[in-house]
């Protein structure tokens, strides 16, 4: 399995981003995908989730209003674009799945199996 993130780098604030994440080696559509983050200093913390079907999707209270997260299991990727961008979205954003077809939340790093390496972003004022 494998997870390749791209679309990170540089922005303004108030401006925009699209995270791209391209999988491979997996049977795309029975896996749900999230998108994570890391800040210098900090914890990573789960930014936006979606079901295999995409019917279901979950955000951080942080990113809620701001971010859509998407899908398309013919292309097996998974999208995160982050409009309204502020300092605090500075981060590496990692793609991570796990294999469920469950419509659930699931926000723990715990519940992944797979990651990529990470698309860094980052946001000045």
């Known amino acids: 399995v494998q997870l390749v993130e791209s679309g990170g780098g540089s922005a303004q604030a108030g401006g925009s981003l699209r995270l791209s994440c391209a999988a491979s080696?997996?049977?795309?559509?029975?896996?749900?995908m999230a998108w994570f983050r890391q800040a210098p200093g900090k914890e990573r913390e789960f930014v936006a989730g979606?079901?295999?079907?995409?019917?279901?999707?979950y955000y951080a209270d942080s990113v809620k209003g701001r971010s859509t997260i998407s899908r398309d299991n013919a292309k097996a990727t998974v999208d995160l674009q982050m409009n309204s961008l502020i300092p605090e979205d500075t981060a590496v954003y990692y793609c991570?799945?796990?294999?469920?077809?469950?419509?659930?939340?699931?926000?723990?790093?715990?519940?992944?199996?797979?990651w990529g390496q990470g698309t860094q972003v980052t946001v000045s004022s």
């Open positions: 979606i079901s295999w079907s995409g019917a279901s999707t």
């Open positions: 080696g997996l049977i795309f559509s029975s896996y749900y």
């Open positions: 991570a799945g796990t294999i469920t077809r469950r419509e659930s939340s699931y926000s723990k790093e715990t519940d992944y199996a797979f």
